[in-house]
């Protein structure tokens, strides 16, 4: 069975600040994909970063960075410089690669908010 | 392009009464697949369609079921509902490259409030 795991129920930081949210997760593929999402106040899931399980590449774009750890199972994300408009529940998501484990399995989330 | 788009946006519904909601994936987007959000069970897979036919199902009673029509477009059916159907139904559509998993784009979500 796949997991993945938020610990950080609730973050709240300051404008300019950096913060990293954190993702473990569980499987016994050894093909998956691993994937962030931004959930603001509106609802719709937005979708930030897709990984391969056989890339361990981190990556950067803009703010955003990603740190892809196989040996912890950990796939961490993390914001430089926060703004107010960052506020939104961020989801790290895991699927597999065939059959029923292309679903996405969510973690319970992190709330960030970003204070002025 | 345009998005994931699903119509009703909000709902409002009564013990024992049945609901159909409706997703509209993006062009070219041959699968579908839908989730139920609550704040007690978080994210949770209901189906996947593709080709009209349901690949993936899960956990939910029988009383979710769903479909898809030959131009990806589908439909999710609720019947007999209950207080804890109340939640969020969000869709999210695929483009299918063979062998490999995609990324999912999901649309606004459908809130349904049972009452």
């Known amino acids: 069975a796949q997991k993945v795991t938020q610990a950080q129920t609730e973050i709240s930081v300051v404008e300019k600040e950096d913060v990293t949210l954190d993702c473990v997760y569980e499987?016994?593929?050894?093909?998956?994909?691993l994937f962030w999402y931004k959930q603001p106040p509106s609802g719709e899931l937005v979708f930030l970063i897709r990984?391969?399980?056989?890339?361990?590449q981190n990556e950067i774009s803009g703010r955003y960075s990603w740190n892809f750890q196989k040996s912890t199972s950990s796939f961490n994300f993390t914001i430089t410089a926060s703004q107010v408009v960052d506020s939104a529940v961020y989801f790290c998501?895991?699927?597999?690669?065939?059959?029923?484990?292309?679903?996405?399995?969510f973690g319970s989330g992190t709330q960030l908010t970003v204070l002025p | 392009k345009a998005g994931v788009t699903q119509t009703p946006r909000y709902l409002i519904k009564t013990r024992g009464q049945q609901v159909t909601l409706s997703c509209s994936p993006i062009?070219?987007?041959?699968?579908v697949s839908w989730y139920q959000q609550t704040p007690g069970q978080g994210l949770q897979f209901l189906f996947e369609?593709?080709?009209?036919?349901?690949?993936n199902k899960g956990n939910f009673p029988g009383r979710f079921s769903g479909r898809q029509f030959s131009n990806s477009r589908s439909e999710m059916n609720v019947s007999t509902l209950e207080l804890g159907d109340s939640a969020l139904y969000l869709c999210?559509?695929?483009?299918?490259?063979?062998?490999?998993?995609?990324?999912?784009?999901f649309g606004p979500g459908t809130r349904l409030t049972v009452l």
């Open positions: 499987t016994r593929d050894t093909t998956y994909y």
């Open positions: 369609y593709f080709s009209e036919t349901q690949r």
């Open positions: 062009s070219g987007h041959r699968s």
């Open positions: 998501a895991l699927s597999g690669s065939s059959g029923s484990a292309r679903q996405l399995t």
């Open positions: 999210a559509s695929s483009l299918v490259a063979s062998g490999m998993t995609d990324t999912q784009y």
């Open positions: 990984r391969n399980s056989f890339d361990e």
